[in-house]
């Protein structure tokens, strides 16, 4: 009779197998990775909407009500007054015009929130944002965000 020894340890089919799992793993992992990373920008783009709507209501209070202006392209006389801003919103601008207009070309999407006065929000396509006429003491901000083919994000004041 002969007693056969038996070798304790993994089988090279059962290391195969483990490592096609952690192979999947890691796949689904990074698929879903730069969905998570755009849904967050967005939300931080929607939340530095709230801190500029916040801002201009700082302003136009402790201006006797009147609109911030649109000063070389900037809007310092905001600065400081919009505060807790993402790094997802790299600039703040006063679009001058007024009433129905679509926003298009003054929104990049590269996180530009524009600020217009006397408008509400009007319909949202994927490439323009609707602004309805409004009061003089009404205003909105938009921005566009990445997911959802690059709709826009407005908000009335």
Do not use: H, W
């Not at 590269?110 to 490439?127: L, P």
């Amino acid at each position: 009779m002969s007693l056969q020894r038996k070798e304790k340890g993994f089988t090279i089919i059962e290391v195969v197998l483990v490592l096609a799992i952690a192979g999947l793993i890691f796949l689904m992992v990074f698929i879903a990775l730069p969905a998570l990373q755009r849904n967050q920008r967005d939300t931080a783009r929607k939340s530095d909407v709230g801190s500029v709507i916040a801002g201009v209501v700082a302003y136009t209070g402790n201006n006797r009500g009147t609109f911030p202006v649109k000063t070389a392209g900037t809007t310092s006389s905001l600065d400081g007054y919009i505060k807790d801003v993402s790094d997802n919103t790299t600039n703040v601008i006063v679009n001058t015009a007024t009433g129905e207009q679509n926003i298009t070309d003054t929104v990049a999407p590269d996180g530009v929130v524009v600020i217009t006065q006397s408008s509400t929000c009007g319909d949202s396509a994927s490439d323009k944002q609707a602004l309805l006429k409004g009061t003089t003491r009404q205003f909105t901000v938009v921005t566009k965000l990445e997911s959802g083919n690059g709709a826009y994000f407005c908000q009335n004041s």
